[in-house]
């Protein structure tokens, strides 16, 4: 059930409550903070004003801490995808950091550096439009990604775009440091 103090309206008022840019003196630090979607800290700022609503409000849980607990116990991981839930690093050592698959991939490894290189800060690329002037060639973006797989011709009927969405996400190392141009040139693409 859901609070008095927690409906619609109340979630799109946090949602522009955290939101707010900062009008003219945003600067430098903001510049990737989209206007109509959350960074990381929005989002964390909503989670934590939607636990308060939701359960400090109400009386349900006698501080924020609990409340957040409560949050993502009773409401978050009873209802997210299980796929938003997987571990990468868990992934990374069951599958990708073993004998035979190092082996594999040094077999291919001529082929595999060769496709990279193409395809990381392909001139034709629109990745330049979605992560501003952080292209790279050192690096492969989402949108690299995506047209490397369409001009394999990988995608299926269950191997889709939003799957290669899923493992390039999966695959990206996390960087604290979403503002700064290196930090965020990393957190765009695939190393």
């Not at 609070?3 to 840019?21: G, I, K, M, R, T």
């Not at 903070?33 to 934590?48: D, G, I, K, S, Y």
């Not at 990279?116 to 492969?140: I, N, P, Q, R």
């Not at 001009?151 to 290669?164: C, H, K, Q, S, Y």
């Amino acid at each position: 059930a859901g609070s008095v103090s927690c409906q619609p309206a109340h979630l799109d008022q946090l949602f522009l409550e955290a939101n707010a840019d900062g009008g003219p003196n945003r600067g430098q630090a903001e510049k990737y903070n989209a206007a109509r979607a959350l960074n990381r800290r929005e989002f964390l700022q909503c989670v934590v004003r939607i636990a308060v609503a939701r359960y400090v409000m109400t009386g349900r849980c006698p501080d924020v801490s609990d409340a957040i607990r409560t949050l993502c116990a009773a409401d978050i991981d009873q209802h997210v995808d299980p796929g938003a839930l997987q571990d990468s690093n868990a992934f990374r050592a069951r599958y990708c950091y073993t004998p035979e698959v190092s082996a594999a991939l040094s077999r291919h490894e001529g082929s595999l550096r060769a496709l990279f290189s193409a395809y990381a800060g392909a001139e034709d690329s629109d990745s330049a439009s979605s992560v501003g002037s952080l292209g790279s060639t050192e690096l492969l973006s989402h949108e690299e990604l995506q047209r490397l797989c369409a001009d394999l011709a990988v995608f299926t009927p269950t191997f889709t775009r939003r799957e290669a969405t899923l493992a390039f996400v999966w695959s990206r190392m996390r960087y604290v440091d979403e503002m700064d141009d290196a930090s965020r040139t990393k957190m765009v693409h695939l190393s």
